[in-house]
């Protein structure tokens, strides 16, 4: 089995986890393949030696990656989906940071985690994600997102007005600092911090989430992921940001955004122990009364 191995942040803190993960896919027998910038920064933090196979591209998952493990937090997991793509190669992530919604096997496990892989002892969650189309293609073949898309304010402090139609059909103007267009996933990412409901994976919906409205009656809105969402910008600033899991760039007002489902998801790893609910409830502290 060869497996694609990402990480952003190399510390002191996690070059022990690297470590371990190294060793024990050594011992399983299993091929590592290294992100190229994560192995030469390991080369020079650590005492790695072993010329391991690299890949810089996503076309490098088209063939020969069967695993792909992302050590890190939520971020990290994001950046190596873009690696992914529709490739259809099965994703985990061993979380050093904080959170975790999507990074989450603790690091405390990582033996026993790839020992279950190794025994099949797991099914594929699907996660869904959305493509943007504007009309200078910003974002090139990179036009996807987990998490979410976001347009908001740029350059000022006055707010601006998102008009925003579903399926041809005109649905509000958000006058507001900016609006969040959010998958399952992303619902427990920006769209949470901002008041929208929390979606549990496998919902086929998409979440429209105003950020700071000046009309408190307009609240967030879950619609079917099968319909088109068109947004376009007014403005006192001629530009607004507009983003993708965090990727900005500069869009022009009144130029119309496309947002739809994409015509790919992507294979999360799940144990049978570790699954959504038990993961919200732990991260969110549902229950404990911190209180005490």
Known sequence: MRVAIYGKKITKQTIPVF???FRFLDQL???????????ETLQS???????YDTFSNHTDFYSGIDLTLSIGGDGTFIKTVSYIRNSGVPIMGINTGRMGFLSNIPKELIEDTLTRVKNKEYEFQ??????VYTEEDLFGEDNFALNELTVHKKD???MITVHASLDNKYLNSYWADGLIVATPTGSTAYSLSCGGPIITPGCQVHILTPIAPHNLNVRPMVVPDHLPIE????GRDRKSLLSLDGNSKSIKQGEKVI???AEFMINVIRFENNNFLDTIRNKML???????
């Open 19 to 21: 470590t371990e993960v």
């Open 231 to 234: 947004l376009s910008v007014e």
């Open 126 to 131: 699907k996660r869904s994600l959305l493509r």
């Open 156 to 158: 000022t402090a006055s």
């Open 29 to 39: 027998g299993w091929d590592i393949v290294l992100e190229k910038e994560l192995k």
């Open 259 to 261: 947002v739809k489902k």
């Open 286 to 292: 549902w229950g404990i009364d911190i209180r005490n």
């Open 45 to 51: 933090k650590t005492d790695l030696t072993k010329n």
